[in-house]
Protein backbone atom coordinates (compact mmCIF):
# COMPACT_ATOMS: atom_id res chain seq x y z
CA UNK A 1 0.00 0.00 0.00
CA UNK A 2 1.36 3.42 -0.99
CA UNK A 3 1.11 6.26 0.80
CA UNK A 4 -0.03 10.24 -0.53
CA UNK A 5 -0.20 13.55 0.93
CA UNK A 6 -3.43 14.91 0.39
CA UNK A 7 -3.75 18.60 1.13
CA UNK A 8 -7.40 19.66 0.16
CA UNK A 9 -8.43 22.99 -0.55
CA UNK A 10 -7.54 26.54 0.55
CA UNK A 11 -9.06 28.11 2.83
CA UNK A 12 -8.96 31.87 3.06
CA UNK A 13 -6.15 31.61 1.62
CA UNK A 14 -3.02 28.90 0.55
CA UNK A 15 -1.31 27.44 4.00
CA UNK A 16 2.10 28.35 3.84
CA UNK A 17 3.56 25.27 5.44
CA UNK A 18 2.34 23.08 2.56
CA UNK A 19 5.68 23.07 0.48
CA UNK A 20 6.99 21.86 3.49
CA UNK A 21 4.90 19.24 4.09
CA UNK A 22 5.24 17.79 0.45
CA UNK A 23 9.08 18.16 0.43
CA UNK A 24 8.81 15.98 3.64
CA UNK A 25 6.86 13.66 2.50
CA UNK A 26 8.93 13.39 -0.81
CA UNK A 27 12.03 12.65 1.83
CA UNK A 28 10.29 10.08 3.61
CA UNK A 29 9.31 7.88 0.36
CA UNK A 30 5.77 9.13 -0.15
CA UNK A 31 4.16 8.11 -3.69
CA UNK A 32 1.76 11.14 -4.22
CA UNK A 33 0.59 14.32 -3.08
CA UNK A 34 -3.00 15.42 -4.16
CA UNK A 35 -4.70 18.60 -3.62
CA UNK A 36 -8.24 19.70 -4.33
CA UNK A 37 -10.49 22.43 -4.97
CA UNK A 38 -14.28 23.64 -3.93
CA UNK A 39 -15.15 27.66 -4.73
CA UNK A 40 -12.28 29.03 -3.92
CA UNK A 41 -8.98 28.04 -4.55
CA UNK A 42 -8.44 25.85 -7.60
CA UNK A 43 -6.67 22.11 -8.25
CA UNK A 44 -3.88 22.24 -10.99
CA UNK A 45 -2.26 25.48 -9.68
CA UNK A 46 -0.74 24.32 -6.62
CA UNK A 47 0.72 21.18 -8.02
CA UNK A 48 2.52 23.08 -10.39
CA UNK A 49 4.34 24.89 -8.11
CA UNK A 50 4.94 21.80 -5.90
CA UNK A 51 6.28 20.02 -9.61
CA UNK A 52 8.13 22.68 -9.61
CA UNK A 53 10.01 22.46 -6.43
CA UNK A 54 10.38 18.25 -6.11
CA UNK A 55 11.51 15.62 -8.47
CA UNK A 56 10.01 12.20 -7.93
CA UNK A 57 6.48 12.62 -5.86
CA UNK A 58 3.14 12.13 -8.00
CA UNK A 59 0.72 14.89 -8.59
CA UNK A 60 -2.64 14.67 -8.40
CA UNK A 61 -5.84 16.37 -8.11
CA UNK A 62 -8.67 14.91 -5.51
CA UNK A 63 -10.33 15.93 -7.22
CA UNK A 64 -11.15 18.67 -10.06
CA UNK A 65 -14.70 19.62 -10.47
CA UNK A 66 -15.93 18.86 -14.09
CA UNK A 67 -18.43 21.49 -14.06
CA UNK A 68 -14.97 23.87 -13.84
CA UNK A 69 -14.06 22.81 -17.28
CA UNK A 70 -15.03 21.52 -20.35
CA UNK A 71 -13.36 18.13 -20.99
CA UNK A 72 -10.89 19.35 -23.33
CA UNK A 73 -9.96 22.15 -21.15
CA UNK A 74 -9.24 19.43 -18.20
CA UNK A 75 -6.95 17.58 -20.64
CA UNK A 76 -5.09 20.51 -21.63
CA UNK A 77 -4.37 21.16 -17.97
CA UNK A 78 -3.52 17.28 -17.52
CA UNK A 79 -1.20 17.09 -19.98
CA UNK A 80 0.54 20.46 -19.66
CA UNK A 81 1.29 19.60 -15.95
CA UNK A 82 2.33 16.05 -16.96
CA UNK A 83 4.91 17.65 -19.42
CA UNK A 84 6.20 20.55 -16.93
CA UNK A 85 6.94 17.29 -14.39
CA UNK A 86 8.68 15.13 -16.25
CA UNK A 87 5.15 12.43 -16.14
CA UNK A 88 4.13 13.11 -12.91
CA UNK A 89 0.77 13.93 -13.03
CA UNK A 90 -2.31 11.96 -12.32
CA UNK A 91 -5.76 13.86 -13.36
CA UNK A 92 -8.59 13.00 -10.89
CA UNK A 93 -12.05 14.01 -11.42
CA UNK A 94 -15.77 14.41 -9.84
CA UNK A 95 -18.79 16.05 -10.54
CA UNK A 96 -19.57 17.48 -6.97
CA UNK A 97 -23.25 18.32 -6.36
CA UNK A 98 -25.94 20.15 -7.37
CA UNK A 99 -25.31 23.01 -5.20
CA UNK A 100 -22.06 23.79 -6.43
CA UNK A 101 -22.73 23.22 -10.06
CA UNK A 102 -25.65 25.13 -10.21
CA UNK A 103 -24.61 27.57 -7.83
CA UNK A 104 -21.17 28.19 -8.02
CA UNK A 105 -20.44 27.23 -12.09
CA UNK A 106 -23.88 28.34 -12.80
CA UNK A 107 -24.35 25.13 -15.39
CA UNK A 108 -26.98 22.48 -15.00
CA UNK A 109 -26.70 19.58 -12.54
CA UNK A 110 -26.53 16.69 -15.48
CA UNK A 111 -29.98 14.58 -14.44
CA UNK A 112 -28.17 11.59 -16.11
CA UNK A 113 -24.67 11.85 -14.08
CA UNK A 114 -23.47 8.72 -14.97
CA UNK A 115 -23.70 9.39 -18.70
CA UNK A 116 -22.47 12.78 -17.97
CA UNK A 117 -19.24 11.47 -16.49
CA UNK A 118 -18.75 8.90 -19.35
CA UNK A 119 -18.52 11.65 -21.97
CA UNK A 120 -16.42 13.81 -19.84
CA UNK A 121 -13.96 11.14 -19.79
CA UNK A 122 -13.72 9.67 -23.32
CA UNK A 123 -13.27 13.37 -24.09
CA UNK A 124 -10.48 13.81 -22.34
CA UNK A 125 -8.63 10.04 -23.39
CA UNK A 126 -9.19 11.28 -27.00
CA UNK A 127 -7.27 14.28 -26.12
CA UNK A 128 -4.39 12.41 -24.83
CA UNK A 129 -4.29 9.30 -27.03
CA UNK A 130 -4.19 12.28 -30.18
CA UNK A 131 -5.17 9.82 -32.62
CA UNK A 132 -7.15 12.16 -34.20
CA UNK A 133 -9.70 15.25 -34.15
CA UNK A 134 -11.79 15.06 -31.01
CA UNK A 135 -15.39 14.06 -31.63
CA UNK A 136 -18.40 13.41 -29.46
CA UNK A 137 -22.14 13.10 -30.24
CA UNK A 138 -22.86 12.82 -26.57
CA UNK A 139 -25.80 14.38 -24.72
CA UNK A 140 -23.60 16.53 -21.92
CA UNK A 141 -20.41 17.05 -23.99
CA UNK A 142 -20.56 17.17 -27.47
CA UNK A 143 -17.90 17.86 -30.21
CA UNK A 144 -18.16 19.85 -32.16
CA UNK A 145 -20.80 22.21 -30.57
CA UNK A 146 -23.90 21.65 -32.73
CA UNK A 147 -26.70 23.69 -30.78
CA UNK A 148 -29.52 25.93 -32.05
CA UNK A 149 -27.64 28.85 -30.17
CA UNK A 150 -24.08 27.94 -32.36
CA UNK A 151 -22.69 29.16 -35.72
CA UNK A 152 -22.62 25.75 -37.13
CA UNK A 153 -18.86 26.46 -37.59
CA UNK A 154 -17.04 24.81 -35.10
CA UNK A 155 -14.43 21.83 -36.47
CA UNK A 156 -13.54 18.74 -34.82
CA UNK A 157 -9.64 19.50 -33.17
CA UNK A 158 -6.35 17.52 -32.85
CA UNK A 159 -4.45 19.03 -29.88
CA UNK A 160 -1.86 20.85 -31.35
CA UNK A 161 0.46 19.44 -28.23
CA UNK A 162 1.39 15.97 -28.50
CA UNK A 163 0.72 14.60 -24.75
CA UNK A 164 3.86 13.03 -22.99
CA UNK A 165 1.59 10.00 -22.10
CA UNK A 166 -1.59 8.70 -23.23
CA UNK A 167 -1.87 6.59 -20.32
CA UNK A 168 -1.78 9.13 -17.87
CA UNK A 169 -4.27 8.21 -14.93
CA UNK A 170 -7.66 9.13 -14.87
CA UNK A 171 -9.26 8.53 -11.79
CA UNK A 172 -12.39 9.34 -10.59
CA UNK A 173 -14.23 10.30 -7.32
CA UNK A 174 -17.63 8.52 -6.99
CA UNK A 175 -19.85 7.67 -4.21
CA UNK A 176 -23.18 6.06 -5.27
CA UNK A 177 -22.97 1.79 -6.41
CA UNK A 178 -23.26 2.34 -9.69
CA UNK A 179 -20.95 5.13 -10.07
CA UNK A 180 -18.44 2.74 -8.52
CA UNK A 181 -19.01 -0.02 -11.13
CA UNK A 182 -18.46 2.42 -13.72
CA UNK A 183 -15.59 3.89 -12.40
CA UNK A 184 -14.09 0.38 -12.55
CA UNK A 185 -14.87 0.44 -16.05
CA UNK A 186 -13.96 3.37 -17.50
CA UNK A 187 -11.08 5.00 -15.37
CA UNK A 188 -8.00 4.09 -13.43
CA UNK A 189 -8.48 4.33 -10.17
CA UNK A 190 -11.15 5.23 -7.38
CA UNK A 191 -11.12 7.73 -5.37
CA UNK A 192 -13.56 7.25 -2.26
CA UNK A 193 -14.34 10.23 0.16
CA UNK A 194 -15.05 7.76 2.74
CA UNK A 195 -13.69 4.40 3.48
CA UNK A 196 -13.70 2.60 6.46
CA UNK A 197 -11.66 -0.72 6.23
CA UNK A 198 -14.35 -2.35 8.65
CA UNK A 199 -16.80 -2.17 6.02
CA UNK A 200 -15.92 -3.48 3.01
CA UNK A 201 -18.59 -4.87 2.45
CA UNK A 202 -20.17 -1.51 1.39
CA UNK A 203 -18.23 -1.12 -1.65
CA UNK A 204 -17.00 -4.91 -2.81
CA UNK A 205 -19.88 -5.68 -5.49
CA UNK A 206 -19.41 -2.15 -7.28
CA UNK A 207 -15.67 -2.90 -7.10
CA UNK A 208 -15.68 -6.33 -8.87
CA UNK A 209 -13.88 -6.86 -11.88
CA UNK A 210 -11.03 -4.49 -11.52
CA UNK A 211 -7.68 -4.91 -12.50
CA UNK A 212 -4.48 -5.37 -10.80
CA UNK A 213 -3.36 -2.03 -11.54
CA UNK A 214 -6.97 -0.10 -10.82
CA UNK A 215 -6.17 2.05 -8.09
CA UNK A 216 -8.37 2.30 -4.78
CA UNK A 217 -7.32 5.61 -3.19
CA UNK A 218 -9.07 7.20 -0.16
CA UNK A 219 -8.25 9.84 1.60
CA UNK A 220 -8.10 9.87 5.67
CA UNK A 221 -7.04 12.10 8.40
CA UNK A 222 -3.87 10.94 10.39
CA UNK A 223 -2.94 12.33 13.82
CA UNK A 224 -0.37 10.77 16.14
CA UNK A 225 -1.90 12.10 19.71
CA UNK A 226 -2.52 10.86 23.54
CA UNK A 227 -5.77 11.96 23.61
CA UNK A 228 -8.20 9.99 21.02
CA UNK A 229 -11.28 12.00 20.67
CA UNK A 230 -9.40 15.28 20.85
CA UNK A 231 -7.81 14.02 17.38
CA UNK A 232 -11.45 13.02 16.29
CA UNK A 233 -12.30 16.91 16.44
CA UNK A 234 -10.86 17.48 13.10
CA UNK A 235 -12.63 14.42 11.30
CA UNK A 236 -15.63 15.26 13.16
CA UNK A 237 -15.89 18.97 11.48
CA UNK A 238 -14.93 18.02 8.13
CA UNK A 239 -17.79 15.21 8.37
CA UNK A 240 -19.83 18.15 10.11
CA UNK A 241 -19.36 20.31 6.97
CA UNK A 242 -19.43 17.56 3.69
CA UNK A 243 -22.63 16.43 5.54
CA UNK A 244 -24.35 19.27 6.71
CA UNK A 245 -23.54 22.03 4.16
CA UNK A 246 -21.94 20.29 1.06
CA UNK A 247 -25.24 19.58 -0.45
CA UNK A 248 -29.15 20.12 -0.35
CA UNK A 249 -30.72 18.54 2.74
CA UNK A 250 -33.10 16.60 -0.57
CA UNK A 251 -29.92 15.58 -1.99
CA UNK A 252 -26.49 15.33 -0.66
CA UNK A 253 -24.38 12.45 -1.77
CA UNK A 254 -21.92 12.67 1.47
CA UNK A 255 -25.53 12.22 3.76
CA UNK A 256 -26.52 9.70 1.65
CA UNK A 257 -23.52 7.34 2.10
CA UNK A 258 -22.98 8.05 5.45
CA UNK A 259 -26.37 6.71 5.88
CA UNK A 260 -25.48 3.87 3.39
CA UNK A 261 -22.52 3.14 5.96
CA UNK A 262 -25.12 2.44 9.20
CA UNK A 263 -25.31 5.88 10.25
CA UNK A 264 -28.55 7.38 8.32
CA UNK A 265 -30.20 8.53 11.72
CA UNK A 266 -26.94 10.68 12.86
CA UNK A 267 -26.01 11.80 9.42
CA UNK A 268 -30.10 13.23 9.09
CA UNK A 269 -29.66 14.87 12.51
CA UNK A 270 -26.35 16.34 11.43
CA UNK A 271 -27.98 17.79 8.49
CA UNK A 272 -30.74 19.40 10.29
CA UNK A 273 -28.60 20.90 12.96
CA UNK A 274 -26.56 22.40 10.02
CA UNK A 275 -29.73 23.68 8.21
CA UNK A 276 -30.45 24.74 11.88
CA UNK A 277 -26.97 27.09 11.95
CA UNK A 278 -26.25 24.88 14.87
CA UNK A 279 -22.99 24.20 13.36
CA UNK A 280 -21.03 23.06 16.35
CA UNK A 281 -23.66 21.42 17.44
CA UNK A 282 -24.02 19.31 14.23
CA UNK A 283 -20.20 18.62 14.40
CA UNK A 284 -20.75 16.96 17.91
CA UNK A 285 -23.98 15.10 16.71
CA UNK A 286 -20.85 13.02 14.32
CA UNK A 287 -20.71 9.76 15.95
CA UNK A 288 -16.97 9.29 17.43
CA UNK A 289 -17.13 5.17 16.41
CA UNK A 290 -17.76 6.77 12.23
CA UNK A 291 -15.50 9.12 12.77
CA UNK A 292 -12.80 6.81 14.01
CA UNK A 293 -13.51 4.09 11.67
CA UNK A 294 -12.23 5.99 8.62
CA UNK A 295 -9.47 8.06 10.19
CA UNK A 296 -5.83 7.15 11.95
CA UNK A 297 -5.71 9.17 15.08
CA UNK A 298 -4.30 8.15 18.47
CA UNK A 299 -0.66 6.74 19.99
CA UNK A 300 1.23 4.85 17.62
CA UNK A 301 0.80 1.72 18.98
CA UNK A 302 -3.16 2.44 18.34
CA UNK A 303 -2.24 3.93 14.82
CA UNK A 304 -0.03 1.10 13.95
CA UNK A 305 -2.58 -1.51 14.89
CA UNK A 306 -5.51 -0.11 12.77
CA UNK A 307 -2.79 0.43 9.90
CA UNK A 308 -2.75 -3.28 9.47
CA UNK A 309 -6.77 -3.51 8.58
CA UNK A 310 -6.02 -0.88 6.09
CA UNK A 311 -3.47 -2.79 4.55
CA UNK A 312 -5.44 -5.96 4.72
CA UNK A 313 -8.00 -4.21 2.09
CA UNK A 314 -8.59 -3.62 -1.54
CA UNK A 315 -7.05 0.44 -0.95
CA UNK A 316 -3.57 0.60 -2.61
CA UNK A 317 -2.69 4.24 -1.83
CA UNK A 318 -3.83 5.62 0.97
CA UNK A 319 -4.10 9.62 1.15
CA UNK A 320 -3.50 11.26 4.08
CA UNK A 321 -4.80 14.41 5.52
CA UNK A 322 -2.03 15.64 8.05
CA UNK A 323 -0.65 18.68 8.53
CA UNK A 324 1.80 17.44 10.31
CA UNK A 325 5.43 16.36 9.95
CA UNK A 326 5.74 13.93 12.95
CA UNK A 327 2.56 12.07 12.00
CA UNK A 328 3.40 11.65 8.35
CA UNK A 329 6.99 10.69 9.78
CA UNK A 330 5.20 7.86 11.70
CA UNK A 331 2.75 6.85 8.66
CA UNK A 332 6.47 6.32 7.12
CA UNK A 333 8.02 4.19 8.92
CA UNK A 334 5.19 2.45 10.48
CA UNK A 335 4.33 1.15 6.52
CA UNK A 336 7.63 0.35 5.27
Known sequence: MR???????????????????????????????????????DAFTPLTWFAAHTSRIRLGTAIAQMAARSPTTTAMHALTLDHLSGGRMMLGLGLSGPQVVEGWYGRPFPRSPLTATREYVDVVRQVLRREGPVESAGRFHALPYRGEDGTGLGKALKPITHPLRADLPVLLGAEGPKNIAQTVRIADGWLPLYWSPARTDVYEAALAGRGDGFMVAPMARAQLCDDVAEGLLPVKAMLGFYIGGMGHRTRNFHADLMARMGYEDAARRVQELFAQGRREEAVLAVPDAFADEISLVGPRGRIAERLQEWRGGPVTDLLLLSPDPATLRTLAELNS
Open 3 to 41: LGLALGYWGRGPDPGHLGLVRAAEALGYDSVWTSESWGS
